[in-house]
């Protein structure tokens, strides 16, 4: 308990609060547009959005694959994805990991054999992971 209240302390003094809070606020938006909608399609075209738009709007390239994280942990199987638009998004994400390579607070060796030649492979895998993350709530609904 005193371990997580100090990791909300250090969060909230931390000079990166706004974005934070902006990440939270997009969160919300995306789990709205799913209710709305009754499906995903809004919800990518906005996680989109938020990835062509992530400098002005002041996001890390972290930030935004933690927001998606979030979307794909959210919606499991209740919802699909359209295949066309996950592709769209995947390929925003491998530009936008080009673009910010320099600036990308994830580890080095996270990245180290990604190039521009196997950028898409390694978008593709990353998107391989978060439908498992998305199929893996099916399985946890057993221990409610």
Do not use: W
């Given at each position: 308990?005193?371990?997580?209240?100090?990791?909300?302390?250090?969060?909230?003094?931390?000079?990166?609060?706004?974005?934070?809070?902006?990440?939270?606020?997009?969160?919300?938006?995306?789990?709205?547009?799913?209710?709305?909608?009754?499906?995903?399609?809004?919800?990518?075209?906005?996680?989109?959005?938020?990835?062509?738009?992530?400098?002005?709007?002041?996001?890390?390239?972290?930030?935004?694959?933690?927001?998606?994280?979030?979307?794909?942990?959210?919606?499991?199987?209740?919802?699909?994805?359209?295949?066309q638009l996950e592709k769209d998004?995947?390929?925003?994400?491998?530009?936008?990991?080009?673009?910010?390579?320099?600036?990308?607070?994830?580890p080095k060796t996270l990245l180290?054999?990604?190039?521009?030649?196997?950028?898409?492979?390694?978008?593709?895998?990353?998107?391989?992971?978060?439908?498992?993350?998305?199929?893996?709530?099916?399985?946890?609904?057993?221990?409610?």
């Amino acid at each position: 308990t005193i371990q997580a209240s100090l990791g909300i302390i250090e969060t909230l003094k931390s000079p990166k609060i706004s974005s934070l809070e902006m990440a939270e606020c997009s969160q919300k938006m995306l789990l709205q547009s799913v209710a709305a909608e009754g499906n995903t399609d809004e919800a990518v075209k906005q996680l989109q959005e938020l990835v062509l738009n992530r400098k002005r709007r002041g996001f890390s390239i972290e930030i935004i694959l933690t927001i998606i994280t979030f979307f794909y942990s959210l919606i499991g199987q209740k919802f699909s994805v359209n295949p066309q638009l996950e592709k769209d998004l995947e390929k925003a994400i491998a530009d936008a990991l080009l673009e910010d390579e320099e600036k990308l607070g994830m580890p080095k060796t996270l990245l180290e054999n990604v190039t521009k030649s196997n950028i898409k492979e390694f978008c593709k895998h990353i998107f391989t992971k978060l439908q498992y993350l998305k199929n893996a709530r099916m399985h946890l609904t057993k221990y409610k």
